[in-house]
C-alpha cells in the first residue's frame, strides 16, 4: 500500500489558476495509474483527471481544457495544473491510484481544500 499527501490547495478567485501536488510515500512507477479526485460535502467522490504509468490521460468532461494531470515516476509525485477555475471547482482534492477500487485499499489522505469564490 502506498500512502499520499495532497498539497496545494487555497483560495482562489474565479478565473485563477492553482498547481496541486501529491507525494507519495512509496514507488508509483509501473504499478499504478493515477487519479485526482475531488469531493464536495454530500456528494460523491468523482474522478477529474487520470493518468497513466506511461503517462496517457483522460479528464472528466467539466475540467477538460482547463485541467492538466502530470506525474514524475522518479520523485513519486503527481501534480493537477487547474486553470480557469470556475466556483464550481470548489471542493476537497485527493490523489490515489486509479481505479477507485485500489485507490480504497490504499485508503485516502487528508486532501487538499480548493475554494473558488469572489
Known amino acids: 500500500q502506498v500512502q499520499f499527501v495532497e498539497s496545494g490547495g487555497g483560495l482562489v478567485q474565479p478565473g485563477g489558476s492553482l498547481k496541486l501536488s501529491c507525494a507519495a510515500s512509496?514507488?508509483?512507477?509501473?504499478?499504478?495509474?493515477m487519479g485526482w479526485y475531488r469531493q464536495v460535502p454530500g456528494k460523491q467522490r468523482e474522478l477529474v483527471a487520470v493518468?497513466?504509468?506511461?503517462?496517457?490521460?483522460n479528464y472528466a468532461d467539466p475540467v477538460k481544457g482547463r485541467f492538466t494531470i502530470s506525474r514524475d515516476n522518479d520523485k513519486n509525485t503527481v501534480w493537477l495544473q487547474m486553470n480557469s477555475l470556475k466556483i464550481e471547482d470548489t471542493a476537497v482534492y485527493y490523489c490515489?491510484?486509479?481505479?477507485?477500487?485500489?485507490?480504497?485499499?490504499?485508503?485516502w489522505g487528508q486532501g487538499t481544500q480548493v475554494t473558488v469564490s469572489s
Open positions: 490515489n491510484a486509479h481505479p477507485v477500487a485500489m485507490a480504497n485499499m490504499n485508503g
Open positions: 512509496g514507488t508509483i512507477d509501473s504499478i499504478y495509474a
Open positions: 493518468i497513466s504509468s506511461t503517462g496517457l490521460t
